[in-house]
């Protein structure tokens, strides 16, 4: 039995990203994943786009990844600089484009309601938004450019967090938490699948979709996604690009090396953990009508990962289920945007200072059920 002042569970970009930052602000912290950096991070985007993803009823989940968003600069510099691993931080902006007469209409709209929130976007006729970006479809009609918008290579980043949290005096304990160790109403450690315990004085719950298993608690299910993963030439787009194609979603985020990751299918169908033809034929169909050159590239990979859900689409983050218990869990398909925000809230709360603005919207005793 060992004891530390906080255990994380879960190994993912917002856990490693909270215990980093508690290492840092003097705590001990171990960190218990099996097998950290595997999960939904492993399948993410890694764009960090408040701006092209924002939606009618989601101004408080808005405002969460605007503020994670202007903390990104500086939590890049100093995971760089500790790690010594470049994370491929990009900062081109999105092109959002429209494919048919419905899509550019949906466009249109999406770009008066941003402009009513003094949201940053710019319209474009197609031939403008061609010129931006040469691959396009001669048939894109227009499209809006978030020049705010960035990105990130999500598996260098957890290859930077656990390099940094290590380096800091961080424990990384390899193994999988079976249980919470609760006396009476208050937590005090988690016992692990090999038997051990390990003590602590708070918890936190960052186990991603895999959440409520721990803590039946948290209103969190997972949705599931399939992404793929492309490579060709390091300048076949220069920017992230997103676009409705007949009403359904595609992106497409290149990378540094020539990847480009091409994703995701939304599917409310728990742990079902296989890439299926339907869901790689609807990726490359759409993207195809948005960018034809895809389909002379490499299909280097696809993956299925699990976004953790919550009913509002807001996460969790701050005490919950039991007295030591944070919550830092349900950030759907924002976990590589908002880690910042969430751990600067996380180290808060585990050490009594000033909880971002923007993260009380999160409180995990919101009424969700």
Same mark, same amino acid.
């Given at each position: 039995?060992?004891?530390?002042?906080v255990?994380?569970?879960?190994?993912?970009?917002v856990?490693?990203?909270a215990?980093?930052?508690a290492?840092?602000?003097?705590?001990?912290?171990?960190v218990?994943d099996?097998?950290?950096g595997?999960?939904?991070?492993?399948?993410a985007?890694?764009?960090?786009?408040?701006?092209?993803e924002?939606?009618?009823?989601?101004?408080?989940l808005?405002?969460?990844g605007l503020?994670s968003l202007?903390?990104w600069?500086?939590?890049?510099d100093?995971?760089?600089?500790?790690?010594?691993v470049?994370?491929?931080y990009?900062?081109?902006?999105?092109?959002?484009?429209?494919?048919?007469?419905?899509?550019m209409?949906y466009?249109?709209?999406?770009?008066?309601?941003?402009?009513?929130l003094?949201?940053p976007?710019?319209?474009?006729?197609g031939?403008?938004?061609?010129?931006?970006?040469?691959?396009?479809?001669p048939?894109?009609?227009?499209?809006?450019?978030?020049?705010?918008?960035a990105?990130?290579?999500?598996?260098?980043?957890m290859r930077?967090l656990?390099a940094a949290?290590?380096r800091?005096?961080?424990t990384?304990?390899?193994?999988?938490?079976t249980?919470?160790?609760?006396d009476g109403d208050e937590a005090?450690?988690?016992r692990?699948?090999s038997?051990?315990e390990?003590?602590?004085?708070?918890v936190?719950?960052?186990?991603?979709?895999w959440?409520a298993?721990?803590a039946?608690?948290l209103?969190?299910?997972?949705?599931?996604?399939?992404i793929l993963?492309?490579?060709?030439?390091k300048?076949f787009l220069s920017?992230?690009?997103?676009?409705?194609?007949h009403?359904?979603?595609?992106?497409?985020?290149p990378?540094g090396?020539g990847?480009?990751?091409?994703?995701?299918?939304?599917?409310?169908?728990?742990?079902?953990?296989?890439?299926t033809?339907?869901?790689?034929y609807?990726?490359? $169909?759409?993207?195809?009508e !948005?960018? =034809?050159?895809?389909? *002379?590239?490499?299909? /280097?990979?696809?993956?299925? &990962?699990?976004? %953790?859900?919550?009913?509002?689409n807001?996460?969790?983050i701050?005490?919950?289920?039991?007295?030591?218990?944070?919550?830092?869990?349900?950030?759907? $398909?924002?976990?590589?945007? !908002?880690? =910042?925000?969430?751990? *600067?809230?996380?180290t /808060?709360f585990?050490t009594? &200072?000033d909880? %971002?603005?923007?993260?009380?919207?999160?409180?995990?005793e919101?009424?969700l059920?």
């Amino acid at each position: 039995m060992r004891g530390y002042d906080v255990v994380v569970v879960g190994g993912g970009v917002v856990g490693l990203s909270a215990a980093w930052r508690a290492v840092r602000g003097g705590l001990s912290v171990a960190v218990v994943d099996p097998d950290p950096g595997a999960g939904a991070s492993h399948a993410a985007a890694g764009m960090l786009a408040p701006v092209s993803e924002v939606t009618y009823t989601e101004e408080p989940l808005l405002r969460l990844g605007l503020a994670s968003l202007e903390r990104w600069p500086s939590f890049r510099d100093e995971l760089q600089e500790e790690s010594g691993v470049d994370i491929d931080y990009r900062a081109e902006g999105t092109l959002e484009v429209a494919y048919g007469p419905d899509d550019m209409a949906y466009l249109e709209d999406l770009a008066a309601f941003e402009e009513t929130l003094g949201l940053p976007v710019e319209r474009l006729t197609g031939r403008e938004c061609r010129k931006l970006e040469p691959m396009l479809s001669p048939s894109v009609r227009g499209g809006l450019l978030a020049a705010g918008d960035a990105w990130v290579n999500p598996r260098l980043v957890m290859r930077a967090l656990l390099a940094a949290f290590e380096r800091a005096g961080g424990t990384l304990v390899r193994d999988r938490v079976t249980e919470l160790v609760v006396d009476g109403d208050e937590a005090r450690g988690v016992r692990l699948a090999s038997g051990e315990e390990r003590t602590a004085d708070r918890v936190v719950i960052a186990a991603g979709s895999w959440s409520a298993s721990l803590a039946p608690g948290l209103p969190v299910r997972p949705v599931k996604g399939q992404i793929l993963r492309l490579r060709g030439p390091k300048d076949f787009l220069s920017r992230c690009v997103r676009g409705k194609v007949h009403g359904s979603p595609a992106y497409l985020v290149p990378r540094g090396d020539g990847e480009i990751t091409l994703g995701a299918t939304v599917e409310e169908l728990g742990f079902d953990d296989r890439v299926t033809a339907g869901g790689v034929y609807e990726l490359l $169909r759409d993207a195809r009508e !948005l960018v =034809p050159g895809i389909t *002379e590239l490499e299909l /280097a990979e696809t993956t299925v &990962g699990f976004r %953790p859900g919550t009913p509002d689409n807001l996460p969790l983050i701050g005490p919950a289920v039991a007295r030591g218990v944070i919550a830092a869990t349900g950030h759907h $398909r924002g976990g590589v945007l !908002l880690a =910042p925000v969430t751990a *600067e809230a996380v180290t /808060a709360f585990l050490t009594g &200072g000033d909880v %971002p603005d923007a993260v009380r919207s999160c409180d995990p005793e919101r009424g969700l059920r």
